[in-house]
């Protein structure tokens, strides 16, 4: 693994400072206004990045007080990237939290409801219990892996095997799961789904993750891309 950036590198890499800020816009991180100080001034200490500076974000140009920026960076798991807290965009690669595991693959003849022209992807993730880490909610802690192996279900078709592909590069970044409480049975400290939605039934629908879903393909790559997993990460 590579040394990690200092998280002051990380937000002048994707905030350009700029002089003089309208008199009248807040920073919604801090909530005071642009041209006053960062409210962060007292909790956050830095020796380059001084509580009056204002940066703008370099694609989806939102300003927020750098300090600001800074505070809120030092608060996540500091993996290099940004995200903008205004419109979601995001600045370098995100990863999350999931713990360590396995993904397998493989494909069978049976087609899913509303998919009858194809065979079917099965996705089988295991996950088994452990010691949170320092990027968890409890470090030190054990997580529960409940219902594990988790089985998960795509048509085979061009698209279903392009979510595949997006659901790889996901897993590799450790945005499938995450640690936390689970709304469904509101244990806490256990491995919960992260905001990619999965099918996890083919042929019946108990649960509304199953088939026929029309919509499922483009919701789910509407949340990959939510997390920066987008087609450009299949040509790097
Ligand atoms: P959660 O309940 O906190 O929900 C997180 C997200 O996962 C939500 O977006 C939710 O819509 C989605 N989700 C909920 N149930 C799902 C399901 N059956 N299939 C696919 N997505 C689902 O997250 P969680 O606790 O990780 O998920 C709950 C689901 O996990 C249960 O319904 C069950 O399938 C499985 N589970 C099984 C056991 C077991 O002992 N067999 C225990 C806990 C959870
Ligand atoms: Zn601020
Ligand atoms: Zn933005």
Redesign the pocket.
């Known amino acids: 693994k590579a040394t990690p950036t200092e998280p002051e590198t990380v937000v002048k890499k994707y905030l350009e400072e700029v002089k003089g800020p309208p008199a009248d816009e807040d920073c919604i991180i801090c909530m005071e206004k642009l041209s006053s100080p960062s409210g962060y001034g007292d909790t956050c200490e830095s020796s380059t990045i001084k509580p009056e500076m204002v940066g703008r974000l370099t694609n989806c140009q939102h300003s927020f007080h750098m300090l600001c920026m800074l505070a809120m960076y030092s608060n996540g798991n500091k993996d290099g990237s940004l995200q903008c807290p205004s419109c979601k965009t995001i600045y370098g690669e995100k990863t999350g939290t999931q713990p360590k595991g396995k993904m397998e693959v493989s494909t069978f003849p049976q087609s899913l409801p509303g998919h009858k022209d194809c065979g079917t992807i099965q996705i089988v993730y295991h996950i088994s219990r452990g010691i949170q880490g320092p990027e968890h909610p409890n470090p030190g802690m054990p997580y529960t892996a409940?219902?594990f192996p988790?089985y998960?279900y795509l048509p085979d078709n061009e698209k279903g095997r392009k979510v595949l592909e997006l659901l790889r590069v996901a897993w590799k970044r450790r945005l499938i799961?995450t640690v936390?409480?689970?709304?469904?049975?509101g244990?806490s400290n256990?491995?919960?789904?992260?905001?990619i939605?999965?099918?996890?039934?083919m042929d019946t629908n108990l649960?509304?993750?199953g088939y026929p879903d029309p919509n499922y393909l483009d919701n789910v790559l509407a949340e990959l891309a939510a997390q920066g997993v987008t087609e450009d990460c299949l040509r790097q």
């Not at 256990?190 to 905001?195: A, G, I």
């Not at 939605?197 to 039934?201: D, I, L, S």
């Open positions: 409940r219902g988790r998960c799961f936390g409480t689970s709304n469904t049975t244990e256990t491995v919960v789904w992260n905001e939605h999965h099918k996890t039934e649960s509304g993750h």
